[in-house]
Each structure stands twice: as C-alpha cells, then as structure tokens.
C-alpha cells in the first residue's frame, strides 16, 4: 500500500510546517510493506530529498524510523510509544550497548527484533570484527516463522494470535525452514519452556541464528535479541557451544533492567 501524495498535508497558520512534514514522512513509511529510500520518500511526499533526508535523520534520532546499511527507511521501534495498546518497545539507541556487549561476549554478530504483526523488524545490528560476517540486517523485515528473533516473539502471542499465523502461508525458500504447523506449533511450545531459539539456515542458506527473549517488568517480550552468524561457526550441534543459550540469557537478564521502562 503507498500514501497518495495528493493526501500532503498544507500548512495552516495555526501548524508547524516541519512536523507535518515529518509525520507525512512517517505515514509514507508506515503505508508501505516494503523500505524505501530517501529519494523514493521524497517523490511520494513531493519534498525536495534535502529537506527528506533531515526529517529521516530527525525521526531515526527518536527511533520512529530505521535506517538500514543501504540507506532503506523502515518504521522503527519507536512508534510503539505513539499508542498505549501494547507494551513500550527499546528504541534501537537503548539496545545497542547490550548488542555490544553481546558481541565483545561471543565475538559473533548482534541483533534485536521487535513484534511487526506477521513479520519481524529488526531495529539494531552490530557486527563482530570478523573478516567473515553476515550482512546487516537493520530495517529487515521477515516472516516470523523463519527466523531465531521471531520464533522468540512468536512464543509470546496469544494463542488465538499464534493459531491464525499457523493457518496461514508458511512457504519459505530456505533450506530448512520449519513449515508445518504443528510442528512449528510444538517448536513454539518448547521454546516458552526453554527460553531460547535456534534458526539453523531457515532464513537463507549459511546463516544461523540464536535469540532470546528481552522483557519487561511485567514478563512481557518486548524484543528478541541475539547471535545471527555462518552456520560453519553457529550451530547448536558443536559441543563448545553447547552452554551458549544459557550464557546469552543470563547476560541479557543482567543487562535487561538498564534498558526497560515500562
């Protein structure tokens, strides 16, 4: 879906110009599925990109939106503040210093997602001193049945909520994504008992991923964060990392109380 320019807001005496600006900006970002660029945002709100490059800058400083290595605009966490209905989610600012010490700790890559309806949006990265890594994943969006991060959040949703996404398409093209619903339903059930989740190449081939849940006073997941990497370094069945989830999830719970206001 795309916001039709002819919907641009005209300043009035009574307004300020730029935060209509900005939020028109938002809305674009909003009604699209799929990120865009600073030049595309500026055709579709008929801005001139000077002017939609600072209002993204702006917006990304409050994490309303993300930016990721190619310079694609996405929502960011920090449109969960704009509404009581749901649990306030970290900004992207607020998870970095944890992925950082996620990285000094393991010396793999870091990464945070937070709850995007039927996808998981991944708001913060930070990559390991590594001459091989994966690539950034900021701004990404993916089903939440294909990744480590997602299955973390999924194990969160009510069951009404979760038995709907079971019933819907689960096609993934990856080597060895989990599409059979109950099996994922059963998956789902015993990483609420475990606290954590392996994605073994169920995104795209090479790639592994283990994350946790980050929550919130209450024990409600507000994000999931963790180790995304090549397979040939991350995998649940090499036997020096068979205390991993353990160490991941007593650091984030450590780390947890310095990031979350409810």
């Given at each position: 879906?795309?916001?039709?320019?002819?919907?641009?807001?005209?300043?009035?005496?009574?307004?300020?110009?730029?935060?209509?600006?900005?939020?028109?900006?938002?809305q674009?970002?909003?009604?699209?599925?799929e990120?865009?660029?600073?030049?595309?945002?500026?055709?579709?709100t008929?801005?001139?990109?000077?002017?939609?490059?600072?209002?993204?800058?702006?917006?990304?400083?409050?994490?309303?939106?993300?930016r990721?290595?190619?310079?694609?605009?996405?929502?960011?966490?920090?449109?969960?503040?704009l509404?009581?209905?749901?649990?306030?989610?970290?900004?992207a600012?607020?998870l970095?210093?944890?992925?950082?010490?996620?990285?000094?700790?393991?010396?793999?890559?870091?990464?945070?997602?937070?709850?995007?309806?039927?996808?998981?949006?991944?708001?913060?990265h930070?990559?390991?001193?590594?001459?091989?890594?994966?690539?950034?994943?900021?701004?990404?969006?993916?089903?939440?049945?294909t990744?480590?991060s997602?299955?973390?959040?999924?194990?969160g949703?009510?069951?009404?909520?979760?038995?709907?996404?079971?019933?819907g398409?689960?096609?993934?093209?990856?080597?060895?994504t989990m599409?059979?619903?109950?099996?994922?339903?059963?998956?789902?059930d015993?990483?609420r008992?475990?606290g954590?989740?392996?994605?073994?190449?169920e995104?795209?081939?090479?790639?592994?991923?283990?994350?946790?849940p980050?929550?919130?006073?209450?024990g409600t997941?507000?994000?999931?964060?963790g180790?995304?990497?090549?397979?040939?370094?991350?995998?649940?069945?090499?036997?020096?990392?068979a205390?991993?989830?353990?160490?991941?999830?007593?650091?984030?719970?450590?780390?947890?109380?310095?990031?979350?206001?409810?």
């Amino acid at each position: 879906m795309s916001l039709d320019v002819e919907h641009k807001p005209s300043p009035s005496r009574d307004t300020v110009s730029v935060v209509e600006r900005a939020f028109f900006v938002l809305q674009v970002v909003a009604a699209e599925p799929e990120s865009l660029g600073v030049r595309e945002l500026a055709r579709r709100t008929d801005l001139p990109p000077a002017t939609v490059l600072r209002l993204v800058r702006t917006l990304e400083a409050l994490g309303m939106v993300a930016r990721r290595a190619g310079g694609l605009v996405s929502l960011g966490p920090g449109v969960a503040t704009l509404t009581a209905a749901g649990p306030r989610v970290p900004t992207a600012e607020r998870l970095m210093p944890l992925l950082g010490r996620i990285v000094d700790t393991f010396a793999e890559g870091a990464t945070a997602g937070i709850d995007d309806g039927d996808t998981t949006l991944f708001v913060a990265h930070v990559a390991p001193v590594s001459a091989v890594q994966i690539a950034d994943v900021t701004g990404d969006r993916w089903p939440a049945h294909t990744t480590a991060s997602g299955i973390v959040l999924m194990s969160g949703w009510i069951d009404d909520r979760l038995d709907a996404y079971l019933d819907g398409d689960l096609d993934w093209s990856a080597p060895n994504t989990m599409t059979d619903p109950a099996l994922l339903g059963s998956r789902i059930d015993q990483v609420r008992t475990d606290g954590y989740a392996w994605s073994v190449e169920e995104l795209v081939a090479d790639a592994t991923g283990l994350a946790v849940p980050l929550r919130n006073s209450q024990g409600t997941i507000v994000a999931a964060v963790g180790l995304y990497a090549p397979t040939y370094r991350l995998h649940p069945e090499l036997a020096h990392l068979a205390d991993l989830p353990h160490r991941l999830i007593d650091l984030v719970d450590r780390l947890t109380p310095s990031l979350i206001s409810d």
